[in-house]
């Protein structure tokens, strides 16, 4: 008897403490709630993991382009579609599952939310052709009233025109910068010359000032703790490398020069190129109080990769020091992760990321749902865990191979297009450097299928004149007044626009196609291996 109340009482013990664990389990959040969303497969440098954000609920993510910390320490966001919304945790398990609309910009008929700065409560959006500011004033993430800022911007219906790259300084006036178009056929009028510059303007709009000139494609400019302004340039029409730039107001950085010849006398050079990967979108610095793997102070850039090589893209930190004579800089990468247009660190020190994901060439939206969001969290378990730098595979190649293919690169009619000194510009683009920028793989792609990937400044463009001539190149400058056009053999036209009947652009390359027609297959190794040494 004594054995069998024994044995009923150990049982509800038992139950008891079993029903006690799966009451507490039930009630406590998991220890390590990320992990089910981790992207292993991700390349991380350094104490690292990537986190892909759960988007599932509210707001379709159609192609983001930018991740800004927001009023109230929330995570917001913008598509190519033109939703604004903030991401929210709507089941409290940590990780971001709900997209939540703050303003949608097609009611207004604005564009390409390119750039997004907040002051207080207010939130200004920079378009295609106004800055916009909203207010949320229940404090329920939608925005309830807005009002322009700014209007001046000069406008026209060409994909590429945007305003991005929105900060408040110190002075506590708002610094934007607007996209070139010097190589766009239909250029809005610009009667300001606002074009291709950074401009500062007054909270409210009234006052405003360019600042400085000669930008090409900024995606990104943000200040470090010491007030200073860097920026982000893109590669091209003038630009020789991926640059880090810092703002000194009044000057000239190279872009455009035809527009502002005779204006400056010197071209202001980038304090560093970027070489882990190409195509700069939105930079941060990371707070002196952050450590994240002790980076603070240090400057992350996304980066969206090479056109429309859809594997490309990643996350790399600049390490700014300053000096008695100016800045020095040191690169490393932190993760490759596609197609990356903006990054944001948010109040809890982790990094989020914006995935653009696959559009079309235009960067309109070609899938239901494309791109997202990643979150990277630093780890400190993973310290020493991971390379820091990436792994670089480097060919000795032969001295006779090399002359080979310079030779094979000068009877192929490569070099009469393509410059090798990194200046030059050309019908196509200068090689300087593509051995860094692009496999033996990618490179050998881009000779078999010129027309399957064009960059925007390489585009053609059919010019058709009133007098029935018909001119092919692509666009080197272009105004109210005149289009230059470069055409094959690099002879550079001014048509005045009154003589254009039409000016279409072409998305086949000016390349010639087959280049590579009874080559042997040691003879193409030989001039892959020849571009790749540039």
């Known amino acids: 008897m004594k054995n069998h109340l024994d044995f009923r009482m150990t049982f509800r013990l038992y139950l008891l403490l079993f ?6 389990s039930c009630n406590t959040p998991p220890s390590d709630p990320f992990k089910i969303f981790e992207d292993t497969t991700a390349m991380v440098y350094g104490p690292y993991r990537v986190v892909k954000l759960p988007i599932q609920n509210g707001v379709k993510v159609l192609n983001p382009i930018q991740v800004s910390l927001g009023p109230g320490g929330a995570i917001f966001a913008a ?6 919304y903030t991401l929210q945790d709507s089941d409290g398990d940590g990780v971001e599952d709900e997209a939540r609309l703050y303003f949608d910009l097609n009611e207004l008929g604005l564009r390409s939310p390119g750039g997004f700065a907040h002051r207080g409560d207010t939130v200004y959006i920079g378009t295609s052709s106004e800055i916009r500011a909203f207010l949320d004033t229940n404090q329920d993430y939608k925005a309830d009233t807005s009002w322009t800022i700014f209007d001046k911007i000069p406008t026209s219906q060409h994909p590429y025109e945007w305003t991005s790259a929105l900060n408040f300084g110190p002075d506590g006036m708002l610094y934007f910068v607007l996209t070139t178009d010097s190589w766009n056929p239909g250029a809005s009028p610009d009667s300001l010359g606002m074009r291709g510059s950074i401009i500062r303007i007054s909270p409210d709009g009234a006052d405003f000032e360019i600042v400085a000139t000669g930008i090409r494609s900024v ?3 943000n200040f470090n703790s010491a007030g200073d302004l860097f920026f982000a340039d893109n590669k091209g029409g003038g630009n020789a490398t991926e640059e880090i730039n810092l703002l000194q107001v009044g ?11 005779g204006k400056f006398d010197t071209i202001t050079l980038p304090l560093f190129s970027l070489e882990n990967e190409i195509a700069p979108g939105g930079i941060e610095f990371n707070s002196p ?17 090479p056109g429309e090589r859809w594997n490309r893209g990643g996350v790399g930190r600049v390490q700014v020091s300053k000096t008695a004579t100016g800045y020095e800089f040191e690169e490393f990468p932190v993760a490759d992760i596609p197609k990356l247009s903006d990054l ?13 994901g696959i559009s079309d060439y235009w960067y309109n939206p070609v899938e239901k749902i494309t791109g997202g969001f990643y979150k990277i969290i630093y780890d400190p378990s993973l310290e020493g865990k991971h390379a820091i730098k ?6 000795d190649f032969s001295t006779t191979s090399l002359e080979n293919g310079k030779e094979l690169f000068a009877i192929r009619a490569c070099s009469a297009c393509h410059a090798v000194d990194g200046n030059t510009d050309l019908i196509g683009p200068n090689l300087k450097g ?9 490179i050998l792609e881009e000779i078999k299928d010129p027309s399957n990937r064009i960059k925007p400044g390489m585009i053609a463009t059919k010019i058709t004149k009133k007098d029935g001539k018909v001119l092919l190149g692509r666009i080197v400058y272009s105004d109210a007044d005149q289009i230059s056009i470069m055409l094959v053999g690099n002879q550079i036209v001014q048509v005045p626009r009154t003589e254009i009947a039409s000016a279409n652009e072409e998305l086949k390359s000016l390349m010639y196609e087959n280049l590579l027609a009874g080559l042997s297959e040691e003879e193409i190794k030989n001039l892959l291996n020849y571009i790749s040494s540039l």
Do not use: R, W
């Not at 000057?251 to 010849?261: A, I, L, S, T």
């Not at 982790?350 to 995935?355: E, F, G, M, R």
């Open 79 to 84: 598509n190519q579609s033109g939703e604004i």
């Open 434 to 442: 593509a051995g860094k920028e692009f496999s033996q793989e990618e």
């Open 19 to 24: 029903l006690s664990a799966l009451i507490f």
């Open 289 to 305: 109080d952050n450590d994240f793997g002790g980076t603070q102070g240090n400057l992350f850039v996304a980066f969206y990769g």
């Open 251 to 261: 000057k000239f950085y190279g872009h455009n020069v035809k527009k502002y010849e």
């Open 219 to 221: 995606h990104g400019m």
């Open 344 to 356: 944001a660190f948010a109040k809890d020190g982790s990094l989020y990321v914006a995935h653009h």
């Open 390 to 395: 990436k792994e670089v595979i480097t060919e």
